[in-house]
């Protein structure tokens, strides 16, 4: 399973950072990352790495604020947000991927969300 954690209340400009542990299965894509779900908004891909680390790829919005990281030891993933906004809140899953695309369907696995409000 994937076991997110995390999330919070911060004012605009502050900072969280996310976990995703992976545990009891066995993952057979190359991938994990995360994804948000805005209010009213359907399910958008963030941020993913591939489980080596020599890739990661980020959607155009949040380039150079998060950062997606690995500990392979701990079968963690985690997800540095700095200088978040009111528009990043969503909830957040972490998610197991085929492969890195941008897309919901490249995902085998969700793990639950965690949810992340900004205020202004």
């Known amino acids: 399973q994937l076991q997110a954690s995390g999330g919070g209340s911060v004012p605009a400009g502050g900072s969280l950072r996310l976990s995703c542990a992976a545990s009891?299965?066995?993952?057979?894509?190359?991938?994990i990352g995360w994804y948000r779900q805005a209010p009213g908004k359907e399910r958008e891909f963030v941020a993913a790495?591939?489980?080596?680390?020599?890739?990661?790829s980020y959607v155009d919005s949040v380039k150079g604020q998060f950062t997606i990281s690995r500990d392979n030891g701990k079968n963690t993933v985690y997800l540095q947000m700095r200088s978040l906004k009111p528009e990043d809140t969503a909830v957040y899953f972490c998610?197991?991927?085929?492969?890195?695309?941008?897309?919901?369907?490249?995902?085998?696995?969700w793990g639950q969300g965690t949810l992340v409000t900004v205020s202004s």
């Open positions: 790495t591939t489980w080596s680390g020599r890739s990661t």
């Open positions: 998610a197991a991927m085929k492969v890195i695309l941008p897309f919901t369907d490249v995902v085998d696995y």
């Open positions: 009891g299965v066995r993952f057979s894509g190359e991938a």
